[in-house]
């Protein structure tokens, strides 16, 4: 990639740049799309065991399983289609957040740079850990909304809406994960300093609880609640760690 004077990048190579991370970001995407579809099978196994036990009613031969039903021709080809997408994301998300970090980095100075290592090296655990929160959590959540069902009424679900409920929740929490290292990796590249991270704490919370209310698939103040309490903890650890950074760096800016 080429650079101008003072490690600026002309507009045009900026558009290059992100064309070139986009479509690699896109083709790792469509590698794991193609792993999800081929476990399909196993993936909507594993993914409807909240409600009901779909390998046990493979293995029977049953017609039905709880409560969850496909209607519509194209329903179970749209279904298999979205969950394999969703699959993709998760599963090239290591790859994809490396290519949004390497397309941030060519801006930053050597030692940034380095510093930066720990955005390539924390990105996919947290986004891990964040994704299993998000699954684990799903049998509690399904457990209280579907406790709202009046007595004498059958709750019957749409399999798709219900798969897609558990995707995105799955999704929302491994993406939210990665507040903590963002946050974290400014630091210790210098674009913010602790101080400035912890000061407005009050409007962080703040937007950490809207961004769960707007994004979070229920309203439901359970699920809400188990994804900005770790998000409100993780906010004040990474500004914790970035003060502690700040110190360590302005004792050698003094020596």
């Known amino acids: ?30 590698v794991g799309t193609g792993i999800g579809w081929f476990f399909y099978n196993s993936i909507v196994t594993h993914l409807a065991k909240p409600v009901c036990n779909l390998a046990l009613a493979q293995a029977q031969g049953a017609t039905h399983c709880g409560s969850l039903y496909i209607n519509g021709v194209l329903g179970p080809l ?3 289609i979205k969950v394999s997408l969703l699959t993709g994301v998760i599963l090239s998300a290591p790859f994809w957040l490396y290519q949004l970090w390497s397309f941030i980095a060519p801006g930053l100075h050597r030692k940034e740079k380095r510093n930066s290592l720990f955005f390539i090296v924390c990105a996919t655990p947290f986004f891990a850990v964040g994704a299993t929160l998000g699954y684990l959590i799903l049998p509690v959540a399904i457990r209280v909304l579907f406790g709202f069902t009046p007595n004498s009424l059958t709750n019957l679900v749409r399999f798709d809406d219900y798969l897609d409920f558990v995707m995105r929740v799955i999704l929302l929490f491994a993406l939210a994960f990665e507040l903590p290292v963002f946050l974290v990796t400014f630091n210790l590249i210098g674009f913010l300093r602790g101080k400035t991270i912890l000061k407005p704490w009050r409007i962080w919370v703040f937007c950490i609880v809207l961004f769960t209310a ?39 800016i003094q020596i």
């Open 78 to 80: 749209n279904l298999q």
């Open 1 to 30: 990639m080429t650079a101008t004077s003072g490690g600026r990048m002309p507009l045009l190579e900026h558009l290059r740049e992100f064309r070139k991370r986009l479509f690699r970001s896109l083709l790792a995407v469509a």
């Open 214 to 252: 707007a994004f979070t698939p229920t309203g439901d103040p359970l699920t809400m609640s188990l994804l900005a309490l770790p998000l409100v903890a993780l906010y004040f650890l990474s500004g914790g760690i970035a003060l502690l950074v700040d110190r360590a760096r302005d004792r050698k």
